[in-house]
């Protein structure tokens, strides 16, 4: 979804990370071997690195064996030969640099967990530091010269990369999904809809899932590969009345979509039957079309506002740095591309707003009267703009929170305001970003657009913001929305609960909680999953969500608590968590063992009105189904191939990534196999 790719090349990853999942091999262990400079003599002194994300390991010589950016002291005009082994499957390459970071000697970025490089060069005085182009916030380490080879490291700090905040539990409410992407409130008693990546999605009363699904898409689906599948599910606000509800799925290309592009985005209404138990799969009408041009970075997520109008994120359409095909120019000179900038062409990069009450001449949807850019230059759907791929949502006391992933750096929470530009790819958080190259981040950068872009508005910066590691440790690579906490632990009353989906490709992610405050970055801790080793949660973090208590779910895939929905409850150190009848809640051990994939399946014929060929855009008049069949999973409900090598890469960034990661194997245990 990544959630989910942060700095990788175009080629094949092997990581059990947020990517993809093959397993690795002898040829995978030995790609990506690069060398910089020419052979040497016998005499060349080696060192032995190891790098991810959290910083460079020292192996060898013995001086520097587990130590973590250890320095290296070389002597001048000797030959050195330093191989470094990655081992996290992210994006890292290894550079030496002079004082002033200019880069005298690298490699090129390589993303295959145990894949090695090599670079060799003759040691000069004026080499200052080594580093990793993508992470040198983190990977870091000093050289030396003087007497001697031995090599030692600076002095540790033992400051931690982010606080330590409360304990809390994990009870699972429900289990048996692959990919549990979204989980939706429906009126009525303790009903919620699971949305599973896979194109189904379950009704869940109390601990028990129904035999029957909801809803049944996955004949409409496009494969599941990159960060396409079923992204979330929001009922109306008078579903009660109406049973009508509001999905977003990725589906084949549309017929006039160009021929390079990956799949459709589909927006689309159904209707519940008369009980609310399923929905009937003849009632949809298609809202909005959007062609994508690469498999990631599609955002996803649906939500109603309290104005009623229905609220939808899109991310920019992927590709490294917001660039290449399908990717608009925008003012921003210094930088290629910029979906995320471009308001005019597509509705990309971008929250939208929609009234799905009424309608607007062909449209099957009519314009807020009070949305930005009406009766200005630009798609009057767009709410505001500015994200790379805006995965999780929420509104909180009548304010929309929208968790955007970042691409090598830095991740952030936005609190969004209608007509408001959250920077990228200009910025990623509070930080200048350059498409041009890794080792070269400008220094300055604007701060709002120029007058004659939209009267000069402001780039917005986050409220939450965090790296993807500090002080020798990772915190995360991709984060996941949350909630301002209204549930019954006080030690999280009026914090902003989120988290990262994992701290280095495995499945074990974090939640955090943050402070808001007046002015500035919220106050960031990391919350103590009780029981678990670290305090993380064991399983990647795919999503969150709220009941009308105010209590929050952590929906999870893989790893030790599998596919399922988990209530966060309170400890002794947080207080008691007490259901709506009083009692204290308790959690469903085993938890459900029906399937999240139903058994039936309906097949559709494609209708489309062309209301934008050149945006990339459709809205359908009226009733309508969705696009034809498409790649599946099998009648069985199972990956067919397992094979995810068709997961797009992003140059130098990823996506969201989990739904990229998880493609291939659903909600399995967690294996070493490699967005």
């Known amino acids: 979804m990544n959630p989910i790719q942060h700095t990788q090349d175009d080629g094949s990853r092997a990581v059990a990370s947020r990517r993809r999942f093959l397993s690795l091999t002898a040829a995978g262990a030995l790609a990506g071997v690069a060398t910089a400079g020419h052979g040497r003599a016998q005499s060349t002194r080696t060192i032995e690195l190891g790098g991810k994300i959290a910083g460079w390991q020292g192996h060898a010589p013995d001086s520097i064996a587990d130590e973590e950016n250890p320095t290296l002291a070389l002597e001048a005009g000797v030959d050195y030969r330093i191989t470094w082994t990655n081992l996290d499957g992210m994006g890292h ?40 182009e993508p992470h040198r916030s983190s990977m870091r380490g000093s050289v030396r010269f003087g007497s001697g080879a031995s090599a030692t490291t600076d002095a540790a700090t033992t400051e931690q990369a982010i606080p330590t905040g409360p304990t809390i539990g994990l009870e699972r409410l429900v289990g048996g999904f692959q990919v549990p992407t979204d989980m939706a409130l429906l009126p009525g008693d303790d009903q919620r809809v699971v949305v599973d990546l896979y194109g189904v999605a379950q009704l869940n009363e109390g601990d028990q899932l129904r035999d029957e699904p909801f809803l049944d898409l996955r004949d409409r689906l496009a494969e599941i590969t990159g960060e396409r599948g079923f992204l979330g599910l929001a009922p109306h606000p008078d579903y009660e009345e109406n049973r009508r509800f509001y ?70 359409g ?75 949502m929420s509104f909180n006391d009548g304010e929309l929170y929208v968790a955007d992933v970042g691409q090598n750096r830095y991740e952030e929470i936005d609190r969004v305001v209608k007509g408001g530009n959250y920077g990228w790819n200009v910025r990623e958080g509070t930080h200048c970003y350059g498409t041009e190259s890794l080792s070269d981040m400008p220094k300055n950068c604007p701060s709002r657009t120029p007058p004659d872009v939209r009267g000069g508005e402001p780039l917005h910066d986050p409220v939450i913001e965090y790296p993807h590691a500090r002080n020798g440790e990772t915190i995360g690579i991709s984060v996941i929305g949350g909630y301002l906490y209204d549930g019954s632990i006080d030690a999280l009353d009026g914090k902003y609960v989120f988290g990262d989906y994992s701290k280095e490709g495995d499945p074990r992610g974090s939640l955090f909680a943050a402070t808001p405050t007046d002015d500035g970055l919220w106050d960031l801790e990391r919350l103590q999953v009780a029981g678990a080793e670290g305090g993380a949660v064991e399983g990647y973090l795919i999503a969150i969500a709220r009941d009308a208590d105010g209590e929050l779910f952590a929906l999870t895939s893989a790893g030790e608590l599998g596919g399922a929905v988990n209530r966060i409850t309170a400890t002794e150190a947080t207080g008691t968590v007490t259901t709506p009848d009083g009692t204290n809640a308790t959690a469903n051990a085993t938890g459900s063992a029906t399937s999240a994939l139903g058994t039936d399946t309906a097949d559709t014929d494609a209708t489309d009105t062309d209301a934008n060929a050149t945006a990339g855009v459709r809205s359908a008049a009226g009733n309508g189904t969705a696009s034809g069949s498409g790649g599946t999973n099998g009648s069985d409900g199972t990956n067919g191939s397992g094979n995810a090598s068709g997961t797009e890469t992003s140059g130098d960034g990823a996506g969201f990534g989990v739904l990229a990661a998880l493609a291939g194997i659903g909600g399995l245990a967690a294996r070493r196999l490699r967005h």
């Not at 970071?101 to 970025?109: H, I, K």
């Not at 921003?332 to 990069?349: A, F, I, K, P, S």
């Not at 009057?380 to 805006?390: I, K, L, S, T, V």
Request: with cysteine.
């Open 93 to 132: 390459n290894i550079a030496l640099v002079d004082e002033n970071d200019a880069v005298l000697e690298r490699t090129e970025v390589m993303s295959e967990q145990g894949a090695t490089q090599t670079i060799e060069f003759t040691a000069r005085e004026e080499m200052a530091e080594y580093i990793c």
């Open 247 to 316: 999905v977003r799925y990725s589906a084949p290309p549309a017929d006039d979509a160009p021929d390079e592009f990956s799949h459709t985005e589909i927006l689309s209404e159904f209707e519940a039957n008369e009980d609310g138990t399923s929905a009937r799969p003849d009632s949809e009408r298609v809202l909005l079309e959007v062609d994508e041009p690469r498999k990631v970075h599609n955002g996803g997520a649906v939500a109603f506002g309290p104005d009623g109008y229905l609220y939808t994120s899109y991310g920019d």
């Open 318 to 392: 992927g590709g490294p740095r917001d660039t290449g095909p399908g990717h608009a120019s925008d003012w921003y000179d210094r930088n290629r591309g910029g979906n995320g900038q471009d308001v005019t062409e597509n509705l990309r990069g971008s929250i939208l707003r929609i009234d799905v009450d009424n309608q607007d001449g062909e449209k099957p949807y009519a314009i807020p009267d009070d949305n930005p850019l009406v009766g200005k230059d630009g798609l009057d759907e767009h709410f505001a703009w500015g994200f790379r791929n805006p995965w999780r």
